[in-house]
């Protein structure tokens, strides 16, 4: 896995790079322009825009690396070279092209084949106004391929979020370390392809500086194809009690049910409301399901514990009734792993005291803000610290649902760069919680399975045949395209 940095890792990495390579500031910058420049050859006719930084400083080395290379460029200054200092002022001298000055109305109606965003790097900060903003407006209404470097100008490149206005860049070509905020909240929607230079250097010459994340990659998904043995039996792949469903919302618990056994684990009891239990079977015959009363509660907890599951998994459709809270009451009782999930997490956060045996939460933003006591928008503006927060409060794996999915255990955060929009509909939720509660059962430990079941989940909505028609029902159908 990639390691991934704030904004503050920037500096002290670029200065061990130049120990590594031996060389100084400027001729990393002029290494970094050659590697950016390696995407940008293929194409004619180029405008570099370049602002008041390093990152700018970048853009008139690739600029030119065009010209030498004989291609049309233009840098179209956002900040005057006599404004410049340190290594961008040396780039700057040493670019022999044509400079058009920082108003939008200098820019020539002609038609680029590329634009190269070097405006801001990832020490942005502040709400992007002015010249700035109306050059950021004005590149993202052009038909040319987009290429940024570092990280598209006035995306934050800790926490993801647009600063005002951000590039909608094509392709971002990463520098040497990579940012936390490429890959979560509006990252991905400014980032287009991301694309890492290393400089011929690997990440274990950072080893001195801390990272705050990893990005998760593919791969992890082999491991969803341990090795059973073949005299084995159903019981062996664990049994998952799926609690939830008050009258009415039988579609949710349903869902999470179904997801246990297609993530691989061998049994599933569905406790819902009696209005459920006895059709719930009509609906999908590979589960099983028992009628939860609440009426006598030492026989219900009996006949909970009887069916010897091994972890449950509680919330989906599950209300805030008394139905609800006897359910909830219930299924502490029974002293197993627990995985908590949409109405559950409502629950929770008003209790007086954190289960022990919880392993996992699966919040989406807006129950993160309620579980933390802080606003939806406070939990969006950074949510690499939200999801730490939850883990440590909660005690448990945080699994913070969204754009950029991330998963923290309080001292290590991972992002899921997998996923999009067709995610984005009812009972994709219920289906994530049901397949990390089976991968559980199945002995994956708490983030372990965390991890696959992400990374499961947003693969198989980013690429289902079904596009943006999915529904929650498709993607349980079609989990089996991305795991064979």
């Known amino acids: 896995m990639k390691p991934l940095y704030h904004n503050d890792k920037t500096a002290q990495i670029d200065l061990l790079a130049a120990r590594a390579l031996g060389i100084d500031s400027f001729?990393?910058?002029?290494?970094?322009?050659?590697?950016?420049?390696?995407?940008?050859?293929?194409?004619?006719?180029?405008?570099?825009?370049?602002?008041?930084g390093n990152n700018g400083g970048d853009g008139f080395v690739v600029a030119e690396l065009a010209r030498k290379n004989h291609r049309k460029v233009k840098v179209w200054a956002l900040k005057s070279k006599a404004e410049l200092t340190g290594d961008a002022r040396k780039a700057a001298d040493l670019y022999q092209g044509e400079v058009m000055g920082g108003n939008l109305a200098t820019v020539l109606d002609e038609p680029y084949d590329c634009i190269v965003d070097s405006i801001f790097g990832t020490g942005l900060s502040q709400v992007v106004t002015g010249d700035y903003a109306a050059a950021i407006h004005w590149v993202n209404q052009q038909?040319?391929?987009?290429?940024?470097?570092?990280?598209?100008s006035g995306l934050n490149g800790s926490t993801g979020k647009i600063e005002g206005c951000a590039v909608k860049a094509d392709k971002t070509i990463s520098i040497l370390a990579t940012n936390t905020g490429l890959f979560t909240l509006d990252g991905q929607d400014c980032c287009g392809e991301v694309v890492h230079e290393s400089l011929g250097l690997s990440s274990s010459n950072f080893n001195s500086v801390n990272h705050d994340g990893w990005l998760l990659e593919q791969q992890v998904l082999n491991e969803v194809h341990h090795k059973r043995i073949n005299n084995s039996h159903k019981g062996h792949f664990g049994h998952v009690l799926t609690a939830g469903g008050q009258a009415g919302m039988m579609g949710a618990v349903l869902l999470?049910?179904?997801?246990?056994?297609?993530?691989?684990?061998?049994?599933?009891?569905?406790?819902?409301?009696?209005?459920?239990?006895?059709?719930?079977?009509?609906?999908?015959?590979?589960l099983m399901s028992v009628s939860f009363d609440g009426l006598n509660e030492q026989r219900m907890y009996q006949s909970l514990l009887d069916k010897q599951a091994d972890i449950i998994l509680l919330g989906m459709g599950l209300g805030q009734?008394?139905?609800?809270?006897?359910?909830?009451?219930?299924?502490?009782?029974?002293?197993l792993p627990m995985v908590m999930d949409a109405d559950a997490l409502t629950l929770l956060a008003q209790a007086a005291v954190v289960p022990g045996q919880l392993k996992v939460i699966t919040p989406h933003p807006k129950e993160a803000a309620n579980l933390l006591g802080i606003s939806t928008e406070a939990v969006q503006q950074n949510r690499w610290l939200a999801v730490k927060k939850l883990a440590?409060?909660?005690?448990?794996?945080?699994?913070?649902?969204?754009?950029?999915t991330l998963i923290s255990d309080g001292h290590e955060t991972w992002c899921c760069p997998f996923g999009n929009a067709n995610l984005a509909t009812a009972g994709?939720?219920?289906?994530?919680?049901?397949?990390?509660a089976g991968l559980i059962a199945q002995g994956f430990d708490a983030v372990k399975a965390s991890q696959l079941a992400v990374v499961w989940h947003a693969l198989a909505g980013e690429n289902n045949p079904f596009g943006l028609t999915m529904t929650a029902s498709d993607l349980l159908n079609t989990l089996h395209f991305t795991v064979k």
Do not use: F, N
Request: glycine share 8%; aromatic share 4%.
């Open 27 to 52: 001729a990393l910058m002029q290494k970094a322009g050659e590697a950016i420049y390696q995407h940008v050859k293929q194409h004619h006719h180029i405008l570099v825009i370049t602002g008041p």
């Open 143 to 152: 038909p040319s391929t987009v290429l940024a470097v570092d990280i598209p």
């Open 256 to 286: 999470a049910g179904k997801a246990v056994l297609k993530s691989g684990a061998g049994l599933t009891t569905v406790v819902t409301d009696q209005a459920h239990a006895d059709s719930l079977p009509l609906h999908a015959p590979e």
């Open 321 to 335: 009734s008394q139905w609800s809270k006897d359910l909830y009451k219930c299924c502490l009782q029974l002293d």
């Open 392 to 404: 440590t409060q909660y005690r448990c794996i945080a699994v913070l649902k969204g754009s950029g």
């Open 428 to 436: 994709s939720g219920d289906v994530l919680a049901g397949m990390l």
